[in-house]
């Protein structure tokens, strides 16, 4: 069995040119996936009960802020329609590989994502980090590439 290590994770995000770019200097990202539930328990039930709803999934990504960031983000963040849109008024296109994307098979998570926040953090003694969080609209996919 395989296990991987999130030193070569990788980030990519559609920066409204239809290209997939590499976000630089990213030092975490997390994308959680939930499955709502709704209860349908009855009186002179013993237990509670549920039955499965709507899928949802949302994500975040922290970096350190660079030019290159602020190039492939920045059309997403600060551009057309308040940043969370492309030019085309579409979510943009978000692809998360956790353990990197270049050796043998390794796990890659894929969907549409609306950027809802960006915040950017500076210390006077630290680096100028940034996070930036998204809500996914449709499927999230996980494959093995």
Do not use: C
């Not at 009855?42 to 999934?57: F, I, L, S």
């Not at 050796?103 to 960006?118: D, E, H, M, Q, S």
């Amino acid at each position: 069995m395989a296990t991987f290590t999130g030193q070569s994770g990788v980030i990519k995000v559609d920066n409204t040119s239809g290209t997939l770019t590499s976000v630089a200097e990213v030092t975490a990202f997390s994308i959680e996936h939930a499955v709502n539930t709704i209860e349908d328990t009855a009186m002179g039930d013993q237990y509670r009960t549920y039955k499965p709803g709507v899928n949802e999934w949302s994500g975040s990504a922290d970096l350190f802020l660079s030019d290159t960031d602020i190039s492939s983000f920045g059309n997403i963040v600060v551009g057309n329609n308040a940043g969370v849109l492309d030019a085309n008024n579409t979510p943009v296109s978000i692809e998360a590989y956790p353990g990197g994307e270049v050796g043998a098979t390794y796990p890659k998570l894929a969907g549409n994502v609306i950027v809802t926040g960006f915040s950017v953090s500076s210390e006077m003694e630290g680096m100028v980090t940034a996070t930036i969080s998204f809500q996914g609209t449709g499927p999230l996919t996980l494959t093995m590439v």
